[in-house]
Each structure stands twice: as structure tokens, then as C-alpha cells.
């Protein structure tokens, strides 16, 4: 649970234009190094399948960074319909889909594409609740009505962990007080880092 909205904000792997020269990075300590508390995985990214340095190096669909967008191709890459974003007021809007244009209007700061959509202004999405989507690994992200936003990641595929339904999700954010949720890439992307601080 993280109180302040206001310190969540969209880490990339690149600073400069996204290339398929530049190989795609998982989040690592290097990130925790440079000053974040956590880090969770979020949006789709290039992905044929195969092993090449190419997977992974450029983001699939809309993606929002301090308000301007940083990517908006491949989106016939991402799997499920869904955006999630934080606007400058430090509201989570989540919604089944997002054009650059709707972004910019809505004043999204921080955002990018995948789904579905888990909570709609309090309203459950019944077509991701009743989904028939097995266990797997997930993350999620999610706001509560008093600002507070929830990173939900649950491991999966091991005799420890079998992981989530998207109906897991879906209660899980609920019990948590959620207004807005949505999934974000799991599967193997999923990954959680966290620091312990004192202050």
C-alpha cells in the first residue's frame, strides 16, 4: 500500500527512443539502487516469441510518461483491452481503452496499456470476474477512494504458489478497499522489488 499517490511514477528502460537495438531490461536492484521503495512490472511490450535481444525493447501500445507519450505501437501486441494511469491530480483511471488524444485530455501523467480492466468506479468488470483465466502469476495495481494505491503481485507456477484468478484479483482488491484496478502483465514478466527503510 503505497498512502501518497503522488510517488508512483512510469520507469522505463531507456531514457531515449526505444529501439530494437536496445534490448529490454527486467526490473533489477539497480532500480531500487536509485532511490525507489518498489518496483512492480506493468505494461506489454514486443513479444514474438522467440529468444531474440529484439523482445522486450520496445513498449506495446500507449505509454505515458510525465505526460507525453514515450510509445503508442504495437498494439495489436497487447493481450487484453485495458489502461492504467495516473492523472496529475494523483488519480487512477483505468479504462477498457485509451487513445493518445483521450490521455492528453484526461491529463495523464504516467500510464500505459494492458487489462483487462479489474474495477470501474466501484463496479466490478463480471466479463474479467467470470473469465476463465487459470492460475498464473499477476500484478496488479489499484486505488483506494482515499488515495491510497495498492501493488498486488502474486508469484505462481510453483509447488509455494500456483498463483491467481483474475477473480482473485478482483476479491483481493476489494477486501483492500479498491475503487479502480486493473491487471498489468503477469506471466513471467511478473516481479516485485521492495526496500525496507527506516526513516
Known amino acids: 500500500i503505497i498512502r501518497d499517490p503522488s510517488q508512483i511514477y512510469m520507469a522505463t528502460s531507456t531514457d531515449g527512443a526505444f529501439s530494437m537495438n536496445i ?9 531500487v539502487d536509485e532511490g525507489a521503495i518498489a518496483a512492480i512490472n506493468a505494461g506489454a511490450f514486443n513479444d514474438d ?11 506495446a501500445g500507449l505509454l505515458m510518461v510525465d505526460g507525453e507519450v514515450r ?14 494511469g495516473f492523472t496529475f491530480d494523483n488519480i487512477l483511471v483505468v479504462a ?4 493518445a488524444e483521450q490521455a ?21 468488470n463480471q466479463e474479467a470476474y467470470n473469465k ?11 486505488q483506494r477512494a482515499d488515495g491510497a494505491v495498492l501493488m498486488l503481485v ?11 484468478t483474475m477473480q482473485d484479483l478482483v476479491d483481493i482488491m476489494l477486501d483492500y478497499g479498491a475503487v479502480n484496478a486493473c ?11 521492495h526496500r525496507d527503510y527506516e526513516t
Do not use: W
Not at 492528453?104 to 466490478?124: S, T
Open 23 to 31: 534490448p529490454g531490461t527486467r526490473i533489477h536492484n539497480e532500480i
Open 49 to 59: 516469441g522467440s529468444a531474440n535481444a529484439y523482445v522486450g525493447s520496445i513498449p
Open 71 to 84: 510509445s503508442n505501437q504495437y498494439g495489436n501486441l497487447v493481450p487484453e483491452e485495458g489502461f492504467a
Open 96 to 99: 477498457k481503452s485509451m487513445t
Open 104 to 124: 492528453k485530455e484526461l491529463g495523464i501523467r504516467d500510464g500505459c496499456e494492458f487489462g483487462p480492466v479489474l474495477i470501474m468506479n466501484g463496479v466490478v
Open 132 to 142: 476463465a483465466s487459470g492460475l498464473n502469476p499477476r500484478t496488479a495495481i489499484g
Open 154 to 164: 502474486i508469484d505462481g507456477r510453483q509447488v509455494i504458489s500456483m498463483g491467481a
Open 183 to 193: 491487471n498489468l502483465d503477469g506471466g513471467s514478466s511478473t516481479v516485485m522489488l
